[in-house]
């Protein structure tokens, strides 16, 4: 079963998203905060991130930075969720290191066809 970490400071959207993930059949981690994000990247290995951009203590941004830089979770697919929508918001998530990028209200059969996409990449 595919773990997916989950980093989102909303809790309407931490909560509907995770149900609806483990509905699906992957094991959900979660973490509230950017630093707390880091922190369980590293601690439980999970397959995928599903990383909310504004988030609080450490944005989305420099989490997806410091996970990139660090040679344990590099090879992680990430994919930004964000309310911002403009295609420069989209090239600031692939720059800071994010694998793709999906917006917020969440299309579920969207995503969920991205994270499948990304875990049959990395072979999860």
């Known amino acids: 079963m595919p773990k997916i970490l989950l980093v989102e400071?909303?809790?309407?959207?931490r909560d509907m998203l995770s149900?609806?993930?483990k509905r699906?059949?992957?094991e959900v981690?979660?973490?509230m905060d950017g630093a707390e994000g880091v922190a369980?990247?590293?601690?439980?290995?999970?397959?995928l991130v599903l990383l909310d951009m504004s988030?609080?203590?450490?944005?989305?941004?420099?989490?997806?930075r410091r996970l990139k830089a660090d040679p344990a979770t590099r090879a992680l697919p990430i994919i930004a969720l964000t309310a911002h929508a403009m295609a420069t918001d989209?090239?600031?998530?692939l720059a800071a290191g994010?694998?793709?990028f999906d917006t917020k209200p969440v299309d579920f059969a969207r995503l969920t066809g991205k994270i499948d996409a990304w875990l049959a990449k990395a072979g999860s």
């Not at 400071?9 to 959207?13: G, I, K």
């Not at 988030?55 to 997806?64: H, S, T």
């Not at 989209?90 to 998530?93: E, L, S």
């Open 55 to 64: 988030l609080p203590v450490m944005d989305g941004w420099e989490v997806a």
């Open 40 to 47: 369980m990247a590293s601690s439980e290995a999970p397959d």
């Open 9 to 13: 400071d909303n809790e309407m959207n």
């Open 19 to 21: 149900r609806r993930l």
């Open 24 to 26: 699906k059949g992957f």
């Open 90 to 93: 989209q090239d600031k998530a």
């Open 29 to 31: 981690v979660i973490a």
């Open 98 to 100: 994010c694998d793709d």
